[in-house]
């Protein structure tokens, strides 16, 4: 067994057994994480609500020889407590561990993912916008490689935006109205996807909840949920907001 | 590829499906089932079968019950208009075991998880709401638990109920009793501090 050090987001948490939890960890330089923390659901645990999904720890932790490592010490270096004590917030911030959860790879640094992931929920600790999940959802859809093409039209280049009123991620991003497939989009849609991933992410987060935020929200959904070959569950079972 | 006779394979199966028991635990509970008393085997098997049998859901609250009702409901000391939710009917032990509590309970059977897909449909939320009437009930305690998924199903709760005019409280979650001050995480101790209450200076 060796001793690690690492920074990392809580995903998620299983129970384990009487008073542990198996607890999931996207880490900056190793990856997908799942260690045991032994006793934390006592409520004497010296680990607190430190392992709470959500949370961002530095830890120190056991490599193990099978699947499972073991968390020795967790520090905080935040909470997002502005996140955690707002339902809609919890539901877009627990929508993002969904997705990491999905996309990371256990022994596979991602470094881009985890930084990603804090700053997302850095931005939705700070303000309540509706765009925070489904552009941190279309960022990973480029991180992975899958980036949709928003520049005109990915069956006939077709560039005229009045003309382009589609979108397939099946076929790769936006498509016209001769070719139009998936789903419909709306212009003013495609500008803010646009803007999400054209380096106008701080104006986009700063658009009011709104027909055409919840029409981005949709669309980056589906998106995902095709790259994913799944469905997102928190965005679906999501009666939170 | 089974391993062992079928009903040894079959019981071992069995085990492993019950929570917080891995393939490992299954086989050594199993085998110590074979190699104990017959008749310490057969006062667990009927002791599972007794409890499948007798035991259901309280019609109201959804405690464990022996009857229609469970002894907390069928309780006329109990105060009614005063309802303790909680997650799991487990959860009712611990807080009688106060003896702070008087009024009756709610058992929602789960919290909201909704990366595990509960939501508010798979929870018994729509019969908490109809016991509000029937019973005019004019305080509800939620007391569900001080995690992520406990504190959701709070809020929603408080969302739903307090438009209501409802005197709709939470427990306050604090520092553990016997537990060091330079222990605790800034989220705990910020709770603490919120639930903070006068102190007599004796
Ligand atoms: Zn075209
Ligand atoms: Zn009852």
Redo the contacts with the bound molecule.
Sequence with gaps: MSLFRDRGVVLRTMRLGEADRIVTLLTESHGKVRAVAKGVRRTKSKFGSRLEPLSHVALLGWQGRGDLDIVNQVEVIDTFRAVREDLDRIGAGLSMLEVVDQVAQEQHANPALYRMLVGALGALAQANSPMVSPAFFLKVLVLEGTAPYLDGCVSCGEEDEALLVAFDLLEGGVLCRSCRRGRPLSPEALVLMRRTLGGGLAGVLGEPRSPLTDEVMTVATEAMEIHLDRRLRSVRSGTLA | MPLYPGPLQDLIDEMGRLPGIGPKSAQRITFHLLKSPAEDAMRLAQAIVAVKERISL??????V?EDT??V??NDDRRQTGTICVVEEAKDIVSVERTGQFSG??HVLQGSLNPIEGVGPEQLRIKELLARLEEEDVQELILCTNPNLEGEATAMYLARLLQPLGLSVTRIASGLPVGGDLEYADDLTLARALEGRREIGNA
């Design positions: 309280c019609e109201r609250c959804f405690d019950a009702y469970c907390i409901c009756r309970y």
